[in-house]
């Protein structure tokens, strides 16, 4: 066969060649063409008597079927003889293969120094002594082949064979050594464990597995591994009964202590689970794999502390797994009459809390957004989620303090993606607090909506001598008067109320257990109270316009039962509001240190992401997608309008955009320039940032130096070519300036068919004001005095449509949707509703 393994020119080896594992070898290998020292003092398995009998016939076999092979009587302890019979012979060795060995079994409890001493010379000594003759021949030839043979015993321990699997585990440990010593010089090592029946497992196992366990299904393994195209070093195997397996050592990730704090028996006993737990299992596969977790330990930061409750080192910055939520029109409602919205019902700034179809339009409350976070948080807890390092239980815990900031307005409905992390954690002496910090991101655009820092109060869980964090009150009001005072009266089933926005805990309803936990009934939830003071500083500072809403921060410093009084004071320091809130029954403070921060203008959502185009369609802006392909089309008219940019730049960039995810090509190298959507040949600039900080980037609202040392701003490839992209502020200036959504796009185009057909207005005769929402906009369509479409307010409108930009999407689309838009609260129709009917001239205007 031409694909035969041969060993022609090879000389090899074979300790204990005269039954079993070592015959077995030699006569493959014979068999194959090498020359064969047998080795073998021909004694019993115990380690008595000496007989030439059995190396002598396994030598007339091999010389019998046509191979070469010499006898070699002595002991492996006198190894240097059996390894000089080599040399005389052939002058040289090629492969040494340590296969001798005997049994001395017996339990611990009787085993004799001469049982253990005699193991360890046949196995351990002689093995040491044949390999320590033969390696610098191996060596200096640059080839060797070295086996090994270990045992099951050593890997896992067997009764009776304390001294056998001590030795046989140590020349696993042989092995791997001399693989590493060996490598450079082509001399390489491996262990087998065998199973297979012969003199040696008779005595442990039974007569029918021994007939089945043949010698013949170990060789073949054995040879290979002797083969000069085996690049296998180091290695340990399983073989036997038709089975061959490749041993690795296994460990946990297991547990690392930080150094500069004790390290005592009970941190070991607590952190068990984790010393123990294969699930998630490392394969170090040499020392400095096996060093490496304490090597990064040394090289780590000191520990920050910590105790039973909170290890600070394995809890902070702990990032929780992402979530989702949705809410709409009716959460926001339960919501705000769980904060004592609309107790009056006929207040029309109440009202736009509570009523889907409000004529100003429907305004979420902004304190609502501390609940979705709240909510995820709690979930996990109930499913035993918690953080690293966090081993605290829900009664050791109290809400101390609570700051939420809306980046902009809450829309009416949404889905929510929530990411957490453990901001902060400090020591307070006997207690503790844990900052969690969630931003709440809009699923569909991936635009961030809310950030909530929800600070936990931890009963006897501090004293580690940690970073005490803030000490000083930040939010003290003046000693002046209160620049507006609100007072409001709680329902007594306040609690009952609230609850229904997510938090079920009993103590707020269940009187058994207030009283439990040394309450005279249930109280009020501290997130209803906060709900309570930041809707009275919007009804006393904003003009009871809750967009202006921009954050607040509070700190829970007492109970309140459901039913009594809050009198709320606020002092007004340019855009904070400081407050302070009391139960009037007893003149006790329970929001302390309290600020609400107001927007001066309403902040502008970003755009939702286009719908997918077709891959070849280029980008445009009529189609109301993205705030910011709408600037790449910007880009695209400046370019072909300044074809002298590239002569100038000569450069081709590469952005890529995220939350939404975009790719765009800008080529200001190759003929007249162009920008095309996604990656678009080789770049010599890359750009990556977020889709709203591209936006702010080029609408000159953010300093792109200042975005690349904020980490906010990657750059590859050309950096020094990112300077030459100051004209995209200019550009992208002006495009975000033009109003976001579909509704632009749909009036102006109503505007030009206007144009073209005037008898339309004579079909309606009537001035129609659409106030759009999500994002918000204004548009008259005058079909009545002087036909056309402006953005605006109109003084007189015959009829009122107020509809988001969605809707007004599917309106366009279908204008028989406007009673299916109605009957679902999704059209608001003030005045002549019959006007309504009759909106056949949006018809497929998009």
């Given amino acids: 066969m031409g694909n035969e393994l041969r060993f022609d020119g090879k000389v090899a080896i074979v300790t204990g060649a005269g039954n079993g594992l070592g015959r077995s070898h030699a006569l493959l290998l014979a068999s194959r063409g090498a020359k064969v020292v047998i080795n073998d003092l021909g004694g019993a398995t115990t380690g008595g008597g000496r007989s030439s009998e059995a190396a002598d016939k396994v030598v007339a076999e091999i010389k019998a079927a046509g191979g070469e092979a010499v006898a070699n009587h002595d002991s492996v302890e006198d190894g240097a003889k059996i390894v000089q019979t080599a040399l005389d012979t052939w002058k040289r060795v090629d492969i040494v293969i340590n296969n001798a060995g005997i049994l001395r079994d017996t339990s611990f409890q009787k085993m004799s120094e001469q049982d253990w001493e005699l193991i360890y010379r046949v196995h351990l000594l002689g093995a040491f002594r044949v390999t320590q003759a033969a390696w610098p021949h191996l060596r200096d030839q640059g080839y ?15 009764f009776g064979q304390a001294n056998y699997g001590m030795a046989k585990l140590g020349l696993v440990g042989f092995a791997n050594t001399l693989a590493i010593e060996g490598r450079k010089k082509n001399v390489f090592a491996n262990a ?147 904060v004592g919205a609309a107790q009056d019902p006929l207040d029309a700034k109440e009202l736009q809390y509570v009523y889907e179809l409000h004529g100003e339009g429907f305004r979420p409350l902004p304190t609502y957004g501390v609940i979705p976070a709240l909510n995820t948080v709690l979930a996990q807890a109930a499913e035993g989620k918690q953080a690293p390092g966090l081993n605290y239980g829900l009664d050791r815990v109290l809400h101390g303090e609570q700051y939420t900031e809306l980046l902009r307005p809450l829309p009416p409905k949404a889905t929510l993606r929530h990411k957490g992390r453990i901001k902060d954690i400090f020591d307070k002496g006997k207690n503790a607090l844990v900052v969690t910090e969630v931003t709440s ?197 400046y370019v072909a309008q300044h074809p002298e940019l590239v002569g100038k730049v000569a450069n081709v960039y590469l952005f890529k955009l995220t939350q939404p995810d975009s790719t765009w090509t800008l080529d200001l190298k190759n003929g007249a320039g162009a920008v095309q959507e996604g990656a ?14 591209f936006l702010a980037m080029t609408s000159g609202k953010a300093d792109p130096q200042k975005l690349y040392f904020g980490g906010k701003l990657k750059i590859t490839g050309n950096v020094m070519a990112s300077q030459k992209l100051g004209f995209l502020a ?27 057909t005037p008898e339309l207005a004579r079909e309606v005769g009537a001035v129609l004001q659409f106030r759009i929402t999500e994002p918000e906009g204004s548009w008259v369509v005058d079909l009545k005095d002087a036909p056309g479409v402006r953005e605006g307010k109109a003084e007189r409108a015959d009829v009122t449509l107020r509809l988001s930009d969605e809707d007004l999407a599917a309106l366009v689309r279908d204008p028989q949707a406007v009673q299916r838009l109605y009957q679902h609260g999704k059209l608001r129709v003030d005045g002549d509703a019959r006007i309504a009917s009759r909106l056949a001239f949006l018809k497929q205007l998009i």
Avoid at 680 to 691: S, V
């Fill in 730 to 756: 200019k550009v992208g200036s002006a495009s975000s300036a033009s109003p976001v959504g579909r509704a632009a796009s749909i009036f102006k185009a109503l505007g030009e068919r206007l144009a073209r």
């Fill in 192 to 338: 087998i464990a065998p199973i297979a029946g012969s003199r040696m497992t008779e005595t442990v196992l039974p007569p029918e597995v021994v007939d089945a366990l043949k010698p013949e299904y170990v060789s073949p393994l054995v040879v290979w591994l002797c083969h000069e195209d085996c690049q296998e070093s180091g290695s340990l195997f399983e073989v036997g009964g038709g089975f061959m397996a490749k041993l690795r050592w296994e460990r946990t990730r297991g547990k690392v202590f930080k150094l500069g704090r004790p390290i005592t028996p009970e941190a070991v006993q607590r952190s068990w689970e984790a010393v123990t737990d294969f699930t998630d299992a490392t394969h170090p596969a040499d020392i400095a794999a096996s060093m490496q977790p304490v090597m990064d330990n040394l090289s780590s930061p000191p520990s920050r502390g910590g105790n039973e409750f909170i290890d600070v080192d394995a809890a902070l910055g702990y990032q929780f797994p992402e979530t989702t939520s949705s809410y709409d029109e009716r959460d926001l409602s339960l919501y705000a009459l769980g």
């Fill in 441 to 637: 991101y809009d699923a569909q655009s991936g635009e961030p909506l809310v950030r909530n820092e929800i600070t936990t109060f931890v009963r006897g869980a501090g004293g580690w001598g940690g970073d005490r964090g803030p000490t000083s009150d930040i939010n003290v009001p003046p000693e002046r008067a209160p620049d507006a005072v609100i007072t409001e009266k709680t329902h007594e089933n306040q609690a009952l109320l609230y609850r229904l926005s997510g938090d079920w805990n009993p103590l707020h309803a269940d009187p058994e257990f207030a009283r439990n936990f040394g309450f005279k009934r249930p109280i009020l939830h501290g997130l209803c109270t906060f709900g309570y003071v930041g809707r009275h500083a919007i009804k006393a500072f904003a003009d009871g316009d809750p967009r202006l809403f921009k954050s607040i921060r509070v700190r829970f410093a007492d109970t309140v039962l459901p039913g009594e009084t809050l009198r709320t004071e606020l002092w007004k320091e340019g855009d904070r509001v400081l407050v302070r809130c009391k139960v009037v029954e007893r003149d006790k403070v329970v929001i302390s240190n309290a600020a609400v921060e107001l927007y001066k203008e309403v902040p502008k959502a970003q755009a939702k992401p286009a719908a997918p185009a077709q891959a070849s369609a280029p980008a445009t802006a009529s189609g109301g997608g993205s705030a910011s392909a709408r600037v790449f089309e910007a880009i695209r008219g």
């Fill in 144 to 158: 060797g082949r070295i086996l090994f043979t270990a045992s099951a015993a050593g890997i896992y321990g067997n």
């Fill in 680 to 693: 678009q040949g080789k770049a010599d600039c890359t750009l990556e940032l977020t889709d709203a900080d």
